[in-house]
């Protein structure tokens, strides 16, 4: 079975730009979040979607966005990039909402921000 | 709201050495424990979780985790590490109604052989 695919595995972009990452959840997966991972942060939760609805949000700015398709996969956009959203963006995709459902992550898109 | 901490942030051991990670977490209902590993250059895995029972649970490579509900804590343990098990190691928390995971800062191994 394959496992979350996220694309690109890497992006270098400029500053006020705006960037589109995208994730491929497991086979049969309905739920995907959205984790930033730096290295003074740790693992930041952006969002999570499940049936295509956007179920939690993380403490970001509104310049963070994402969707979910109806074949579950998903994208996340970042517009009017800053610096300081340089990071690796994983996502993690899981069965259902339920309590007994672990994550199963990507190997996540490195964004540099110039 | 929940949060996770860790207690080092750099543990560096010999092979062989026992291992203990500390995770503590704040929440105030039931919640579902995890530990997630990070090898290098790899994606996150899962190690092991806790939904309830034995409050001691078994996972891959041999790693192990208990959870002290007095204590709030969650830590994982191995008797015998090795240089394989250089890595980055996450505490997770998640409760049991909707909410998303919140994982701790992580604590980096390092195995010298």
């Known amino acids: 079975k394959a496992g979350v695919t996220q694309t690109p595995r890497y992006l270098i972009k400029t500053r006020g730009q705006q960037v589109t990452l995208s994730c491929s959840p497991i086979s049969g997966h309905r739920s995907v979040s959205w984790y930033q991972q730096t290295p003074g942060q740790g693992l930041q939760f952006l969002f999570e979607y499940f049936s295509e609805t956007q179920r939690n949000k993380g403490n970001f700015p509104g310049r963070f966005s994402g969707r979910q398709f109806s074949n579950s996969r998903s994208e996340m956009n970042v517009s009017t990039l800053e610096l300081g959203d340089s990071a690796l963006y994983l996502c993690?995709?899981?069965?259902?909402?339920?309590?007994?459902?672990?994550?199963?992550f990507g190997n996540g898109t490195r964004l540099t921000v110039t | 709201a929940q949060s996770v901490s860790q207690h080092n942030h750099h543990v560096i051991l010999s092979e062989a050495a026992s291992l203990e990670l500390g995770c503590n977490y704040s929440?105030?209902?039931?919640?579902?424990l995890f530990w997630y590993v990070q090898y290098p250059g790899q994606h996150l895995q899962l190690l092991l979780k806790?939904?309830?029972?034995?409050?001691l649970v078994k996972g891959i490579k041999g790693f192990e985790a208990e959870f002290i509900k007095s204590k709030f804590s969650f830590n994982l343990r191995k008797p015998s590490v090795q240089w394989s098990d250089t890595a980055e190691y996450f505490c997770a928390v998640k409760g049991n109604y909707g909410q998303n995971f919140v994982f701790g800062p992580g604590t980096r191994l390092s195995v010298l052989p």
């Open positions: 929440y105030g209902g039931t919640v579902n």
């Open positions: 806790y939904f309830s029972g034995d409050p």
């Open positions: 993690a995709s899981s069965l259902d909402r339920g309590w007994n459902s672990p994550l199963h």
